[in-house]
């Protein structure tokens, strides 16, 4: 985790704001973040490259040790889903996996050093250039890439809510449940449907974010420590050591995030789509 | 931290990554899986029946064993007996044998006695009749030899 802020003039906070601005281009609404679309679709096609391998030359005999290992995460999220979801899972299980395996590698970006990239972009453009070089590499701590996946699940609830009971009975459902069908409860029931089916996304959307946000930003704050280095004194030394002692904590503790939040997304997902596949 | 269209990007990549993840990984490798669970449970149930099958062979063996062993017994109980059958038929042969040569042997005997008895009391008689005839023709005394002539032709009649 290099540290060293080369500017004397750059103080915590400009590294930090440095740090959280995003790569974009395009105005307005119509600007995209190529950094988090980059590097999300980079891990998406080397992640699903590696387990198409498996799968291409899967064999129900004696399997090679990257087969055994894509079939662990498969039995794994199988169970899980399982667990959870009754019913066919030719659809439910895949896009379980999908969730866990792309989410987990976004995350896990959380763990590259945090100024790997701006070093890189100072050894190929130089000192000044690499000053207007933005670039997040965790793809998981911008709110777009939580929003599109948790939105994207909100599409296939509302999709498997009307395969599941049809149009008119999702309608129904809609206005009926939770408190009854008489006409006067219709606005509260609707009222109640709808923020419960917008509070799903949201939720996993911003449960994602936040952690993965406050893990990078502690990340910063860590680093932060080491940018007070003056020279051969005591006190530099000294937030040298911590930096290096608790970066090391935070991110062995991190590798615990990184998976538990793919697992709890990998999850969530799963039972909002096994609720709307379920009658109330 | 503004909200703005890389949201939809994100989407789109997703929805790929889910088709394909569902059209082209999941389906290999959950069949992949299945077969060989299918395949240990085969073995599995083989080894069972092979086992199975062997304790069954074995109790066939050992039954086919002690059967052959009983046989074999009984092949030579029945050599046994026979051979003593045939020792004692061979016995009874042979004693029937010898007393049959015996007999034969006897009679020959008794034949050949009474053949030679006859000769020898024809030779006698031959030679009684020369010798009287001898005695006679020297000096006839019908006295004096009478009552020995008498005496011979008595024996030679006697035989």
Known sequence: MSTEVTEATQTGT?????????WTVGEGFWSYNLDSLIVSAVLGVVGIFLFWLAARKATSGVPGKWQCFVEMCVEFVDGQVKDV???????????????????????????????????????AVGEHAAHHVYFRAVPTADLNTTFGLSLTVLLLVLFFSFKAKG?????????????????????????????????????????????????????MLIALLGATWTGLTLGSGLSMFGQILMGSIWAIFHILIIALQAFIFMVLTVVYIAMAHEHH | MNLNATMIGQGIAFAILIWFSVKFIWPELTNAIEERQKKIAEGLSAADKSQQSLVEAKAQATGIIKEARDKAANIVEQANRRSNEMVDEAKNTARAEGQRLISDAQQEVSLEKGRLRDQLRAEVGTLAIAGAARVLGREIDAKAHADLIEQLAVEIERG
């Open chain 1, 85 to 123: 979801f009754h019913g066919d899972r030719k659809f439910i299980a895949p896009l379980a996996l999908t969730i866990f395996v792309w989410v987990f590698l976004m995350n896990a970006m959380d763990l590259l050093p945090l100024d790997l990239v701006s070093t890189i972009a100072r050894f």
């Open chain 1, 167 to 219: 149009v008119g009975g999702f309608g129904h459902e809609m206005i009926t449940a939770p408190f009854g069908a008489s006409p006067a409860l219709w606005l509260p029931n609707l009222a109640i449907n709808i923020i419960e089916l917008c509070a799903k996304p949201f939720s996993l959307a911003m449960r994602l974010f936040g952690n993965m946000y406050a893990g990078e930003l502690v990340f």
């Open chain 1, 14 to 22: 400009e590294y930090i704001n440095h740090h959280l601005t995003h």
